[in-house]
């Protein structure tokens, strides 16, 4: 097994003021109407080519904010969905929203401190409400979703209860090719602490294939193959960082912690390949451009890099490029993702920043 560390920043003071390589432009921002909340991977991108529409959705609270852009970054539409209240005095809070691409529909899903909730894509129709149960062995003092894939034609949520102590499962949903009949057809149990990512990519057909991945705030990463009945491939001990988002490309598991490093590993056997002391600050989102096989970071640190992943033809190893990256100035950086699945152009949000981000390559 090889492992290879590879050092991109040095302590906040040490810094350089170039942020690197510099591949894309500032594009026109898009404005929200209200901040975006701070938490991780706080954005979501579904791309419409066939109506060159983007749509954009960011959590700012008890709502969730929906906007559909031209590719210029003119808003056309904007949709405000707020969390189900279910049981309890208070509003709940979302803590993440969604678009799952499954291969016969697409559905929005929003994740809160009450329940799941999935919407067709444009936000217009709920499909269905799940309320969060922690069971009824003790009291429960805190509940909560986060963390969300598709993976075939299934849609799985993290799920996250604490009676004294935390604990994590991952449920599963079996989605229909249309119509509202979804079922809760699995819970998923590995989890000591709280779920904080789910990551998955296409089996393309193959069996006995990894194909998921969840995280949690020790840092363990569990290994799934998705079927009928998911199975725990291998699981990744944590080192006591939480692991903030996971992604998952061509076998390879892209993992980015709190310490600010990104580590790649071989989803099939848990090795470690690279290590990249990629930020100062905590990870907050991962994203994978799937065509070109691009990694972007973001951090606290106010900085988002791209990566270029490949795995040499020689050995068999991944390989890692720094390609660009973009410092955004004064802001608590807390969601960005690709905005095509070539890696071109890409956005960012930030905490109390009432934008989101553009930027395109030049």
Known sequence: MRTCVVSMVAADSERPNDPGVRMFRRERSIPLRGSAAALCNNLSVLQ???????????VHGPSA??????PEGVPLAQRQLHAKEGAGVSPPLITQVHWCVLPFRVLLVLTSHRGIQMYESDGSVMVYWHALDAGDASPVQAVFARGIASSGHFIC????????????RVLVFDIPAKGPNIVLSEELA?????????????AQGQDCVADMVTADDSGLLCIWQSGPEFKLSTQIPGFGIPCTSVQLWQGTIAAGYGNGQVRLYEA???????????HARAICALDLAPE?????????????????????????????????????????VCGARFCD??????????????EILRFSSM
């Not at 993290?158 to 604990?167: D, I, L, V």
């Not at 606290?300 to 991944?318: A, C, N, Q």
């Open 292 to 332: 070109v096989g691009k990694l972007l970071t973001a951090a606290e640190d106010t900085f988002v890099h791209i990566w270029k992943l490949s795995r040499s033809p020689e050995s068999g190893y991944i390989e890692v490029e720094h390609c660009h990256g973009e410092c955004v100035p004064d802001t608590q």
């Open 190 to 202: 590995a989890h000591p602490t709280s779920v904080t990512d789910i990551a998955s990519e296409p």
């Open 65 to 70: 904010h929906l906007l559909s852009a031209a």
């Open 157 to 168: 949520v993290g799920h996250t209860a604490s009676a004294g102590t935390w604990s994590g």
């Open 268 to 278: 099939s056997t848990g090795n470690l390949h690279i290590q990249i002391n990629a």
């Open 341 to 354: 699945p070539s890696g071109n152009s890409f956005a960012v949000t930030g905490y109390d920043l009432a």
């Open 48 to 58: 419409l080519p066939l109506r060159n529409l983007t749509h954009f959705g960011v």
